[in-house]
């Protein structure tokens, strides 16, 4: 295990799906910072399931508390406990898989690595883990904003084939992402994805897709080479995420297309400062951000807890036909977004004060 | 900075283009291990510029030489100093550069970030940092190789628009990459890749490209879940290699584009474990090796320096023209195949001994 | 803050005196060990206040409540978290602290480093920081006794200048220490340091004393040189104690007087395997475990809270008077004796791990 | 092996007592500070066996050679590498050892922790290890110095029974520990150890000895509870020494046989800050600095290498009578001068810039 991220601004999770609850520890959050729940409780709420029939029905109103770290909501300087208890657990749903590992789910890999694995549900590979990286990411949302004027937005930029058109990186807002369930902040694009996901589901499938996350307001120097720049941690934090495939920044895949001469971003003067005329470099230049926005896609796998029927093996290698039942997304996307943007946020606020060494 | 990397096969790598030399420090390799210089040396000798008129011409004949960690050929379980001198320096053919930000180069992030940067080439920026990944990453593969028989083999599946067909993953060697100086195993495609390069090189301008790695033979049971998932990691190491813009593990990014039913690879029995029939997860699953081939692919940009003349602006703001001079790569993907495959190793290395405390 | 400590078993700790709870996140923990919160309250219960006239009569029923990683009583490989509710917090008491920095405390030195500070008793620098790692700790107590059979005691061997004679390490036991309320395994010196800490009471003053600690059956070949030798990191667990002045291993500051030919440990053989035949080195040689048994010494300062009157100056230097009012230990020293042996668990559980990569 | 020290100045170091050399990495040295290999040399050459009829007369005359991060004599931010060559490595002197491991030395540990170890001399357990601290420490001196006044003077107050007078904490200087060879300040203590050590070496024995070392002008608010505390990282950092038994801060030991009244620190105004009227805290209250000057005494037990004849047994458990050829110090201590400060200043460098990540 290793549940601990970041160098300074630090935070460690814990909580599995059917424990007694989720959580994380932020240790270095700088001291006297306003913090409340309810800060925290805003990306909570963007991460739950429920929100739609977009996502699985269970009604888990998940309510962060505030352990330690913080008096009269501010923040001292010592380490942040936070906890969401675990309300509706259900067991009884899953308790026919034991014997069968799910197809490209993780109980085959936690029986090879422990040799043991929790008996109900995905336990820490289940989705709720993502809690504790929600809870910790919002407080460094909270800090960046505050200090730097850091803005962090992320939307749904592809469901399976449907991609959404270009979006404006300077201007998009969480507003206009969230005035669709589907977290696409074009509305025809929503509604085919919204239409495509519900398709899936009385498939009993699943379906993948790409968020889009843009950063901006973070000034040059963030980033320390060479093992730790700026585009690293965030390809492994995105990459940490459950069902996580790929991540590109800037110009990314595409970019091997291009000649030098066309990807290279000449200098500009902007005010009093150096910017760039185009941003093909994703606003990171030689493990360093350069004050342009930072973008980067992060692609998503359809989830793999399906209702269609599979055929697979149990542990002792005999032929099963597996149909998942219970509660499951069709795709996890839109419930996703939330997630990329804490886990952003935890890279940068660890940047922050890594930079913060060298004044 | 941040030069360390990995928790208990630990790299700490020093040195920049024209100091007096690059190295690596080793910490945490397995005692009793065989292990001479050359067969570090292989790997530093592929990664060499000058091995055809695909790359710069700068006769580097680096020579790895063990100061400290190994007698008699044997490792003693206590750090492994390795250095690498620098000899071709010439200063003189970048006095030029100084006062402008080369587009798209880390000269401008660089001087944010510290205040003061190298005053010659690019300093910790350029491609000679990645020596010391190369020499401790072999160190990395001979232990694989020995202890599980893990075999790491990355080639240039793309040039621009040229694509290499698919390769048989479970047999493709490393000599069959290096068939080439392209380091392209399908020799009609090499051969194109080859025609553009010197196409780019007479234009003054440069190529992009991508890179696929597999690592086969890897136990199940490999990655630490939360944040240090195998793939996680994998996407850290390679995003930290100078050029690179994307990371995709398996199906990656075209992996969104299918359904779950699609994308699930069911479990089979083979021999006495269990294996998947298909391999859409790229031999991890829930952050942990499954014990089927793992294998991704890695993003590179043209390269920044390029001879063609640029419009863009000096560290004041003033409008300049720069050509660039001196010797540089039209294309890096052929000489960062070894640096791929030692980062990989780096990873893996550092997750099996990691694994190894749960025995 | 660092509330991290361990390479990989790993703790990290929240939770100060007055905020809802303390606990920790228990990373690292082998799976499929028996574990339940009894195993963890037993220590718990030593730690606590009001188990006698000599410390404070604050009625702090800890429970410790375990609310992930373990299923069906068997840990899971998984974080495993762990709270205790703060239930007396009567934060009163301590209104009129504010203003003055308690002379020898850390209200001066907080609000320095933060430029904030726990309005209300001493925050993260209270005493029941502690909790946390006494409750991680006992994991991996227990962890340590099942698997190499390890057993850890320390005793109040000071109190004042009152010491106690020499016990037999191999021999001493837990039962023996709690028979006295004092954990002075010696009664007649037992009832002589009650005597004197409770005459240190009706004078408003306190007392520092020494405690010792055996770990007996730890391997040879566990310790981390350079910097991570097994003495180095039991100094920095120990000194990280509140309270703490000093740390010797073995020989310690008497071991300065004596000569090489005095002072070195012959080998013997002991069954199948060398040991020493005296044990000057307490049972660490070169940074490594010899297997003979550790022993060391920790100094505690006499607590700087005291209902004596004292001189000093308000945060503004003006001249004031300073009574400490409310509850508070005049000799710690009994109480810490859990601590004391957690800590030193918690640093060997870690060593054990990490020597686990060499096998 | 955990061969780093440090968070944010972080120190690598590497080599034993017969490779080709030994070293360091130090990588997170603030940018754009004055840096030349004289600043390395000094504490090196007051390192250096061979002074004075005191040591071993070995004549290593080790230099310091910078091998990256530094150009013009300006630090840039990068990892400075460092290297000494190994010159004088008379392997055969120690030939006849191998069979027997040596009482209280590291052979015996480091053949059970790696199953292998240097056949000659101590490898990376010798004395010549301490040198990739030093080149290291001095670097963080340096930047103490300059960027805050930061003095670390340390010298030998005790060698065996003989004690040094208390010495003024707040002017003793350098220059006035290295007046004698034996780095005592007073100069009829000085004769007297020195003519002991003459006394011992002819005895083929050895001596072991206390050094003392004081910090001035730390500020106020460094350390970093609750693991990392001033004190704690002191105390690993000193029994990370080879030979080192003991660590204590202010009032130490003694500090247990005080009462609170008399122990606490009573505040007072000093300047525009607040101060102690006495120190016996050591200038640390709650893991951090508090302004005043931080002192603390280290123990060396005797070297474990003498040639007077030792009963012992050889790896096969056979007895054997050992008597130590070749070169041995029968007084560690006055060299040990330079590497208790050179470490002090490892820690206050890391823990001067993670103070920063606050401003």
């Given at each position: 295990m290793s549940s601990t991220f970041g160098t300074l601004f630090r935070v460690t999770t814990f909580g599995e799906s059917h424990g007694k609850g989720v959580g994380a520890v932020v240790d270095g959050c700088p001291p006297d910072m306003e913090l409340t729940e309810s800060d925290i409780q805003v990306q909570l709420d963007r991460r739950r399931?429920?929100?739609?029939?977009?996502?699985?029905?269970?009604?888990?109103?998940d309510r962060v508390t505030?352990?330690?770290?913080?008096e009269h909501h501010r923040t001292l300087g010592t380490p942040i406990g936070l906890m969401v208890r675990n309300k509706d657990?259900?067991?009884?749903?899953?308790?026919?898989?034991?014997p069968i590992p799910r197809p490209s789910h993780a109980d085959y890999t936690y029986q090879m690595k422990y040799g043991i694995r929790a008996r109900?549900?995905?336990?820490?590979?289940?989705?709720?883990?993502t809690i504790g990286r929600v809870v910790a990411g919002a407080i460094a949302e909270k800090f960046l904003a505050q200090v730097y004027g850091v803005e962090i937005v992320a939307w749904v930029s592809a469901v399976e084939h449907i991609e959404a058109p270009d979006v404006d990186m300077h201007t998009i807002t969480r507003a206009a992402i969230d005035a669709t369930p589907v977290r696409c902040p074009d509305r025809d694009t929503a509604a085919k994805m919204t239409a495509a996901i519900h398709g899936a589901r009385d498939d009993k499938d699943s379906m993948g897709g790409i968020i889009t996350c843009v950063c901006r307001n973070?000034?040059?120097?963030?980033g320390e080479p060479v093992f730790d720049k700026a585009e690293a941690k965030l390809a492994q934090a995105m990459l940490s995420v459950p069902a996580t495939k790929g991540f590109e920044i800037g110009?990314?895949?595409?970019?091997?297309?291009?000649?030098g001469s066309q990807h290279n971003d000449p200098f500009v003067k902007k005010d009093k400062r150096l910017g760039t005329s185009s941003n093909l470099s994703g606003g990171i230049q030689g493990g360093i951000t350069n004050g342009e926005p930072i973008y980067f896609r992060v692609a998503f796998k359809p989830p793999a807890t399906i209702g269609k029927a599979q055929q697979t093996v149990d542990f002792d290698g005999n032929d099963v036909i597996l149909e998942a039942r219970g509660r499951h997304d069709p795709c996890v996307v839109p419930r996703a977004v939330p997630i990329v943007e804490t886990m952003a946020a935890l890279v940068l606020g660890d940047l922050a004060l890594r930079q913060r060494t060298r004044i």
């Open positions: 399931p429920g929100q739609s029939r977009l996502s699985t029905d269970r009604s888990e109103a505030i352990l330690s770290g913080v657990q259900r067991p009884g749903d899953y308790a026919g898989f034991d109900s549900g995905g336990g820490r590979s289940s989705a709720r883990e973070v000034p040059a120097g963030w110009s990314g895949f595409s970019g091997t297309r291009l000649r």
